[in-house]
């Protein structure tokens, strides 16, 4: 081939290999293509790349290769290094120049070597000793170190014994060869560096995220958690989905880009949270805002319960009292009765005191007879720190003691919803790559149903993505199950499944993905995972509703 055409043809060798290097996106894959990159276009037998830990001084070893010796170790192919890390330093701190291939970092100079055995300025006892156990010969070496943008040494590329392409002989890396591989060497550098970046700033994303999660989680006790189960229930219904083989979404796929989006999805969900006041995330009873205020209503029954003393002690003392010698008459009579009613008054203030003490705790169900006491015991009157004569409880502690389910008020779950607003308003505001631009579309459907009766945007089914759907059946699922909720215990897997059946037939959640979330036994893998062993109760599937058997 004449030189000129050689020429070319090694340019656009090395032109598809910049391409390729600028493609890949695993590291040890990266690392990999590398060497093999390098000892294709020198045709060298063997070839070592390290890489440099500047801050234990050492150089790595990350891929090893010879082929003659089918010597194949790190990279991708799995086979562990047994080599330890070459010191750049000895001891004493002195930079360690005798080895050629430590001089090419701390030189930051390519080094050719046309025959090692006949270098005089290197120490090549190592190579010699390998050689002498293995029969192999160590010759010719080259050795080029990759530096980044601002002209650190990041690795060093090592290749051993150049082959003529004619006769296969052991002979000295040329000069073009020596320019080709240290034109690789500077891609390879910004390819790696750049890979690097990316991988740190997608760890410090995450990081921020889960920076985000621990603050929310940290503000309540009762919800703790939630944030880190959701994401990963989302990721078990979804790779469900995805090696599922029957159904209408059986031809549903995703990418490792797309698990990461939605994974990402999960991890923000519910990040409005972080504006959610303290005192309604974590309001564990129905009285509470700073404080428990039940304890206020302590000392109210206590101030009707001594006056109810003082109306008995008035009463005794303006009953006629019998002459000597006379017995109680009448006046034992009332004096009997006055006590009994006193009696009377003071059990049923320790029983509505005990009653109060029960509502103000959050169940899932308030019976109109418990409200219509609450109301009653409302009108009870008292004299305030004032001395005025109100009513025993104000409108506000009527309406919270008479929530129906939970320990929120109407207006304090309107606080709660909002929370999906702000993450919505978060999410949309910044400037998501392409591979992440539907982050906020995944998260923001959390809340939404089939039936469009959700929030906040009331979508149906149709508008909605499955990513979407996946995340908010994930959501619910957890929240029956959570076994740290103030007003409740986590439920059974028999109970939870049974209401997300019901959520099914009533167009809550998507009815596919409960067929998958039944038929793959997500439902039983997160139960491993999360629930208390009394959780996990056996499920009868025939008697839960929705579920198809069939399918």
Known sequence: MP????????????????IALSQQRDINSLLELILEAARR???ADAGTLYLHDPERRVLRFEIVRTDSLNISMGGVSGEPISYYPVQLYDLSGKPNHAMVVCHAVLSRETVNIPDAYKAQDYDFTGTRNFDAKTGYHSQSFLNVPMCDHEGEVIGVLQLINALDRVSGQIVPFSHDDQQLVESLASQAAIALTNRRLIQQLEGLFESFIQLINNAIDDKSPYTGGHCSRVP??????????TRTRQGPLKNFVMTEEDRRELKIAGLLHDCGKITTPVHVVDKPTKLHTLFDRIQLLDTRFEVLKRDAEITMLRALASSPRPQAGEGLGERGVDEAAIRAEYQARIRQLNDDREFLRYCNVGREAMPQSDVDRVQTIAHYRWRDNDGKTVGFLSDDEVENLSIRSGTLTGAEREIINRHIEV?????ESLPWPKHLKNVPEYAAGHHERMDGRGYPRGLTRSQMSLQARVMGIADIFEALTA?????KAGKTLTESLTILGKFKLGGHIDPDLFDVFIREKVYLDYAWKFLAPEQIDEVDLSKIPGVNLEV
């Open 3 to 18: 030189a000129t055409n050689k020429l070319i043809y090694r340019l656009k060798e090395l032109n598809e290999i910049g």
């Open 41 to 43: 276009i020198t045709r």
């Open 232 to 241: 990963v229930l989302t990721m078990m219904l979804a790779d469900a989905v």
């Open 423 to 427: 993450t919505i308003r978060m999410l």
């Open 483 to 487: 076994k740290d909720r103030p007003y």
